[in-house]
């Protein structure tokens, strides 16, 4: 990864001539590219050879010349062949290599800028958590240092643009730093909007929202960001490695850390068993892994950065029971003291929320415990009777 003081976002291109542009995105790993012109000159030059071993063989045969020669003729061959596949091996690894680390690095810069941005990212599979419809001002608002994790509702409302009614309003409540709240209802409730008023991809358009006792409005959000995560439905994943994923944007990640966070999310079994583990390539969107293994990812990259607020969207909805099981067990370690805010439609997944509010049509029906709530007989035990059912 480029340090932060040469991020290949912060190098000027315009105007530079394409060959200098190269050499400037690929100055981190010249060594290995000089390696690979070596390599293949090496791997190549026996071609070369081939027209004069050919008239040694011709001139063999017709000058009637001892058949040793011939032996000698091809052992020259059977050698160029044996050294050409390990060459080529070695050649495609440093060139590909060098090729890949510099798309994971620009991809990584490019995310790095965009969360600057404050652009939410956009997954239509994501339940709509990661969007952002405009970009905000952080400008001279108070930046986070530290975060406890307390966050607080007062009388939210939200609406869109050109939408007649509001997707969220009157929304009032307390939570308190390390509390799991659960946020389950119909599709259209209001669901997704609360987690992005609460990412801030969003601003209430009515009541305030605060974080540790500070309006969200005064704050700069680059900052608060920095201490959360999001494990969205269908985890965003990148053609690189697993380290790469899993540390993207964290240059300072060592091996134990990335290891332990694996280790906490249930992954590392797996990842152990990988062709060549941290390193095995997971292709484009982890199209290599299966949906858990590609979940159990997105929990150790939320792992590592030690948040203090978590979002979860419909995190284990597209899995499988057993890849379920392996994914709450990592999902237990990973809210383990953090304010947590779930998204879910299987209520079974959010049984052990410290508090569960049903949402409809934007505004909160009910609040409570999961016992609380099919005690009351409400909205929440006509969701879960129909689920059961």
């Given at each position: 990864?480029a340090?932060?003081?040469?991020r290949?976002?912060?190098?000027?291109y315009?105007?530079?001539?394409?060959?200098?542009?190269?050499?400037?995105l690929f100055?981190?790993?010249?060594?290995?590219?000089?390696?690979?012109?070596?390599?293949?000159?090496?791997?190549?030059?026996p071609?070369?050879?081939?027209?004069?071993?050919?008239?040694s063989?011709?001139?063999?045969v017709?000058q009637h010349?001892?058949?040793?020669?011939l032996?000698?003729?091809?052992?020259?061959?059977?050698?160029?062949l044996?050294?050409?596949?390990?060459?080529?091996?070695?050649y495609?690894?440093?060139?590909?290599?060098?090729v890949?680390?510099?798309?994971?690095?620009?991809?990584?810069a490019?995310?790095?800028?965009?969360?600057?941005l404050?652009?939410?990212?956009?997954?239509?599979v994501?339940a709509?958590?990661?969007?952002?419809?405009?970009l905000?001002?952080?400008?001279?608002?108070?930046?986070?240092?530290?975060?406890?994790?307390a966050?607080?509702f007062?009388?939210?409302?939200?609406?869109?643009?050109?939408?007649?009614?509001?997707?969220?309003?009157?929304?009032?409540l307390?939570?308190?730093?390390?509390?799991?709240?659960?946020?389950?209802?119909?599709?259209?409730a209001?669901?997704?909007t609360?987690?992005?008023?609460?990412?801030?991809?969003i601003?209430p358009?009515?009541g305030?929202?605060?974080?540790?006792?500070?309006?969200?409005?005064t704050l700069?959000?680059?900052?608060?960001?920095?201490?959360l995560?999001?494990?969205?439905?269908?985890?965003?994943?990148?053609?690189?490695?697993?380290?790469?994923?899993?540390?993207?944007?964290?240059?300072?990640?060592d091996?134990?850390?990335?290891?332990?966070?694996?280790?906490d999310?249930?992954?590392l079994?797996?990842?152990?068993?990988l062709p060549?583990?941290?390193?095995?390539l997971v292709?484009?969107?982890?199209?290599?892994?299966?949906?858990?293994?590609r979940?159990?990812?997105?929990?150790?990259r939320?792992?590592?950065r030690?948040?203090?607020?978590l979002?979860?969207?419909e995190?284990?909805?597209?899995?499988?029971?057993?890849?379920?099981?392996?994914?709450?067990?990592?999902?237990?370690?990973?809210?383990?003291?953090r304010?947590?805010?779930?998204?879910a439609?299987?209520?079974?997944t959010?049984?052990?929320a410290?508090?569960?509010?049903v949402?409809?049509d934007?505004?909160?029906?009910?609040?409570?415990?999961?016992?609380?709530?099919?005690?009351?007989?409400?909205?929440?035990?006509?969701?879960?009777s129909?689920?059961v059912?």
């Open positions: 990864m340090s932060p003081q040469t290949p976002l912060d190098h000027r315009r105007g530079e001539h394409p060959v200098r542009t190269l050499g400037y100055r981190a790993d010249r060594g290995r590219l000089a390696a690979a012109v070596v390599v293949f000159t090496v791997k190549h030059s071609v070369w050879l081939l027209p004069l071993i050919t008239a063989i011709i001139d063999t017709v010349q001892p058949v040793s020669r032996w000698t003729s091809t052992g020259v061959i059977m050698f160029i044996l050294v050409n596949y390990p060459l080529h091996v070695l495609v690894r440093l060139l590909y290599g060098s890949r680390r510099m798309g994971t690095t620009l991809r990584s490019l995310c790095t800028r965009m969360q600057q404050s652009i939410g990212y956009h997954s239509r994501s709509g958590v990661l969007q952002a419809p405009e905000e001002d952080n400008e001279g608002k108070a930046e986070l240092t530290a975060l406890r994790g966050v607080t007062e009388g939210v409302g939200h609406a869109y643009d050109g939408d007649d009614r509001p997707a969220v309003r009157d929304f009032t307390d939570v308190a730093s390390g509390e799991t709240i659960a946020l389950v209802g119909a599709s259209g209001g669901k997704s609360v987690l992005n008023l609460v990412i801030g991809f601003r358009t009515s305030r929202l605060l974080v540790d006792g500070t309006d969200m409005n700069d959000l680059r900052t608060y960001r920095r201490f995560s999001v494990v969205p439905q269908e985890s965003i994943l990148f053609d690189g490695t697993v380290r790469e994923n899993v540390a993207y944007g964290m240059d300072d990640a091996e134990e850390t990335v290891r332990a966070a694996l280790r999310a249930n992954a079994e797996f990842v152990d068993r060549q583990g941290l390193d095995t292709g484009e969107r982890g199209a290599r892994l299966s949906g858990g293994q979940q159990r990812l997105a929990i150790a939320a792992l590592i030690d948040p203090k607020v979002v979860l969207d995190a284990t909805s597209a899995l499988d029971t057993r890849s379920e099981a392996l994914v709450q067990e990592a999902l237990a370690r990973l809210l383990r003291g304010t947590t805010f779930v998204v439609h299987r209520l079974s959010v049984r052990g410290d508090r569960i509010v949402m409809s934007g505004a909160i029906q009910e609040i409570g415990t999961h016992e609380e709530l099919l005690r009351r007989g409400g909205a929440y035990t006509a969701l879960h129909g689920q059912a």
